[in-house]
């Protein structure tokens, strides 16, 4: 059975490149134009990922996403024509698992389609081992290899490199990795996660300050990389 998305847009020019873009490439889909019929729309066609604009007549689309959160973990793309790096933050942490920004490119658009599907498999197969190129995840005994050696992580090291690894492919919010990792009451220690996150691209990294994993998502967080061969 073919992935079904579900498209939550009211800009009519929008939604309808969006249609057609998906029925060239042999994509089905469902649209919506607010956030009530959405929820109607979600909970008879059980959609495999969600693309959902902030601004919706009857409301935020950070409402929608909470709500959708409350019953679901379908992967939610936000497309959205607010720049501003908070209301970005803001869909991330209700929920949201990834964004695009308007005007868009439509291979960027399938690109992260495509990722948060894949990524979302691979999280309901996870078992205890987890690949992402040259980094090999054991959860059952707390190691990660990197070039099938062992990495040296200490305790809060290998915590964050497994809590990127499964997300892969995935913007997670500074708030979200501290909250995560560290636990509740570290949400702004910034400067732990700056800090680990070096040592990190250190011990993984070719070039530390080019990084090919752990990339840098300006004012938002960071994003754990990697390509299914």
């Known amino acids: ?31 919506s134009e607010s956030k009530k019929n959405a929820i109607m729309m979600f909970l008879s066609h059980n959609p495999s990922l969600l693309i959902v604009d902030l601004g919706l007549p009857d409301g935020d689309g950070k409402d929608l996403i909470k709500q959708i959160r409350e019953i ?29 920004t308007k005007p868009f490119s439509v291979n960027e658009l399938l690109a992260r389609i495509r990722a948060n599907l894949r990524r979302n498999i691979a999280k309901e197969e996870i078992d ?11 959860i059952s005994s707390r190691t990660i290899k990197f070039k099938k050696e062992v990495l040296k992580l200490t305790p809060i090291e290998y915590e964050l490199l497994k809590y990127f690894m499964i997300n892969a492919n995935k913007t997670l919010t500074h708030k979200q990795i501290l909250n995560e990792v560290w636990g509740v009451g570290y949400q702004t220690e910034m ?5 680990y996150v070096n040592t990190l691209r250190k011990k993984i990294e070719e070039n530390s300050t080019r990084p090919k994993y752990i990339k840098t998502e300006s004012g938002i967080g960071y994003r754990f990389s990697y ?3």
């Open 191 to 195: 400067q732990y996660l700056r800090t």
């Open 72 to 100: 679901s973990k379908v992967p939610i793309l936000v497309l959205t024509a607010r720049h501003d790096e908070k209301e970005i933050v803001a869909a991330l942490d209700v929920g949201a698992d990834d964004y695009i």
């Open 128 to 138: 205890n081992n987890f690949i992402c190129n040259d980094l090999e995840l054991d």
């Open 1 to 31: 059975m073919k992935e079904l998305i579900h498209i939550i847009e009211d800009d009519s020019s929008v939604k309808r490149l969006l249609e057609i873009t998906f029925k060239e490439y042999a994509f089905n889909f469902i649209s």
């Open 227 to 229: 390509t299914q061969d």
